[in-house]
């Protein structure tokens, strides 16, 4: 009892947010979206959550919100392996994120798979149309860029 109780007194000092860029690499990419950033939590044990995607070229970010319903995953081409749905807030830029990934769509998902830092990426964006039918709008292919990294925490003056 005394280990759970460490570990959960543990976890928000463990987790980690990492920035990892990725540029386009194929046509359809770049012409939507170009290259992106991906804010990213490390949780304890290492698993991924994305918490936003950010424009590498141009101004904007996103915030995404890990989870969604199936039907987002159930129209995945063929072969598609992303398995993890984010719902896109539409509020400041992901309204236009949402609208260029899935023009005419009443909702946009991003379904990904494993987010790693030094490996390609796909996403997978699909819509909940009207009439309440989800479709599959594009696949957005990405091969690592690099991480940004950040400056160094330093406690407030205050506390020095």
């Not at 570990?7 to 012409?31: C, G, Q």
């Amino acid at each position: 009892m005394a280990v759970l109780t460490l570990l959960a007194l543990a976890t928000p000092a463990a987790a980690d947010t990492r920035y990892l860029s990725f540029n386009p690499a194929d046509r359809i990419t770049t012409a939507l979206t170009r290259g992106v950033t991906l804010e990213v939590e490390r949780g304890l044990f290492g698993a991924v959550s994305v918490r936003r995607i950010i424009s590498t070229s141009a101004r904007g970010a996103a915030t995404i919100n890990k989870g969604g319903p199936d039907g987002a995953k159930s129209v995945l081409p063929d072969g598609a392996t992303q398995a993890t749905v984010y719902s896109i807030d539409t509020e400041g830029d992901g309204r236009g994120l949402a609208r260029a990934l899935c023009p005419g769509a009443d909702e946009t998902f991003l379904v990904l798979g494993r987010v790693q830092a030094g490996r390609p990426m796909a996403m997978q964006a699909t819509g909940r149309w009207p009439d309440g039918h989800f479709r599959h709008c594009v696949t957005l292919s990405y091969d690592y860029r690099g991480e940004w990294s950040l400056p160094p925490r330093t406690p407030p003056p205050a506390a020095r």
